[in-house]
Structure formats: structure tokens, C-alpha cells
């Protein structure tokens, strides 16, 4: 007889499966910096997907070189506007905060998320002297995106990398208070994290949460009930034990996503009648292979990606035909 193999239900490397403490998701590490001063990331609205025929640019795929269809997300990407610049040093606890500097015109609509007192006493660059590592404090302007009901901004911190810390000083004077585009961050070809809080779906039971089995037609009174809650000893309910709570809105990451296009137009993707649950896109837009965490009008954090595939180069890919036919169902 072969010898019985039960492998457990479901991960627990997200353990705690909790719901996520917010839907700006947050970014924790960041990848090496580039030859020149660069932001790191970006912020932009889930639309939707949809398919397109492309050149498989894979080039260990079985049909590497070959035209074939892929799923493609869109993510709609106003332009976000940089409202600080923080400085921060290397000490044995982390990094430590040595200074900032704000810019001196912010939107109004900022004030909802944080109070725009100005100060009298100007700050100057001195800060800078000691720094090891420089961020920018940016925020979105929902105002521009007719599909998403609010216009408070959403506020993150992206990290400036690349050249030494004298030119990303330079670069930060140059972009304090002004509006990014998502061409500034991000080029075609590229491949980037997409970090995003995933739909959620309440308070679950174990089968569906875990994957558990069923249990046989001939138990009493319960099927969708998990069959032991541990052994005697220890004598404790250990986490391993699957039940029931919340599912999904957890921050995930997707990690190597390939930037497919970056375009203007948001017309050109747009399927007839809208995209389901979002609408039309009217703001410049990116499109990226595969899916995506998130429902519809989610905010998807984009960041320069940390595992890089290898042997992907860095080009623009080859695009015949983008399917805008209607995702109604009609």
C-alpha cells in the first residue's frame, strides 16, 4: 500500500488573514536605484481588463517570437503631484527622519487629508547634508478621474533612487510641487510590482476560506465544519487549525509585471459601453500583462520591480490589436 499523503489546506504564509489596515497599500522595500535620480514608484485606478494580441517577448515561452493573445489589466494613471521632500538617516534602529521640506502651493483638496497651515519660518536644504536616503511625499488628484466617486487625495511616500545623493537633491528641487506623469516614472517595456489590496469578501467559513474538505453525508448535523480542532497537547487551539474569519482585502503584491503601453488616449482601450463597474477612461492610462489584486477603482501602487526576471530586456513590445468589444455580456 502506498503510503498516505495529506498535504494541509491552504498557505500560511499571510497569516493573520486580516483585513488590510488601509486601502492606500503601503510599500515596504524597494529595489537599487538606476544610473540617473529617479522616483520609484507610482500611483493609478484599477479600470478594468480586457485582450490583446502581442509578440510573445518570453524568450524561454514555447511560442517565444509568435503573435499570441494575452490578458492585459488597465490601470487609469492621472498625473500626481509631489508635496514634499523627506530626508532620512541610517542609524542602528532604521532608518531616522532628519528633516523635510513642503512645497509652497498645495491643492486645496489636500486639507481633508491633512491640515495646509503655513509656516513662517521658510525651511532651507540644510537637512540635506546628512542624508543617506531621500523620498518624496506625493498625492493623487482623484478630481481628474470621473469614474471614482471622491476627491480626497490619497498621500504615500515614494523613494528616490539612482546617481548620488547630491544629484537625487537636485532632482527633488526640480519636481518639488509639480505634477508627475506616469512617461516621468515608468517607460514601456518595463517590468514593475503591482501592489494593491484585494477584493474583499467578508467573514467566511472554513471551507471556503481554507479549501478544507467536506465532511461525510453521515456526520451529524454539520458538512461545512472542519473535522478536529488539533490534538489534545498542546492543549490550545494552534493558528495552523483552519476556521472561519475575514477573506480577502489583504494587501498583495504581484510581482514582475511587464508594462505593455502607455498611452494618452484612454479611448483607445475603452470598450463599448465602458468598463464594467468603472466607466470610460479619460486620463493616461497603462496597460500591463496579466491581472492584477483589486476590484474595480481600487488604487494599484506601482513600484520599480524587486525580483527582476532575467533575461527580459527592457522594449517596447509588439501590439497588433487591443479588444475593445463590449464586456456587458451583450
Known sequence: ?????????????????????????????????????????????????TH???????????????????????????????????????TFN?????????????????????PLTKSEKKTNWDFTKDADEIRAIIYTQPKLVTSIPKKTPEIREMRISGGSIEEQIKYVKEILGKELKINDVVREGDMVDAIAVTKGKGFQGAVKR?????????????????????????NWVQAT??????MGYHQRTEYNKRVLKIGENGEEITPTGGFPHYGVVRNPYILLHGSIPGPAKRLISMRDAVRYQRGVKVEKT????????SKQGA
Open 94 to 114: 532604521g532608518l531616522q527622519t532628519i528633516g523635510e521640506k513642503w512645497a509652497s502651493k498645495l491643492d486645496p483638496e489636500l486639507s481633508k487629508r491633512l
Open 52 to 90: 490583446a494580441f502581442i509578440v510573445d517577448y518570453r524568450p524561454t515561452s514555447t511560442t517565444s517570437g509568435r503573435e499570441v493573445m494575452m490578458p492585459v489589466s488597465v490601470v487609469e494613471a492621472p498625473p500626481i503631484k509631489v508635496a514634499a521632500v523627506r530626508a532620512y538617516k541610517k
Open 241 to 246: 487549525v483552519p476556521q472561519a474569519g475575514q
Open 318 to 325: 509588439e501590439i497588433s490589436y487591443i479588444s475593445t468589444t
Open 1 to 49: 500500500m502506498s503510503n498516505r499523503h495529506h498535504p494541509r489546506r491552504g498557505s500560511m504564509g499571510y497569516s493573520p488573514r486580516k483585513r488590510a489596515r488601509a486601502e492606500t497599500p503601503h510599500i515596504k522595500s524597494w529595489p537599487e536605484g538606476n544610473d540617473k535620480p529617479k522616483i520609484q514608484g507610482f500611483l493609478g485606478y484599477k479600470a478594468g481588463m
Open 210 to 234: 481554507w479549501g478544507v474538505k467536506l465532511l461525510t453525508h453521515k456526520n451529524s448535523k454539520h458538512r461545512r465544519m472542519i473535522g478536529t480542532a488539533g490534538s489534545w497537547h498542546p
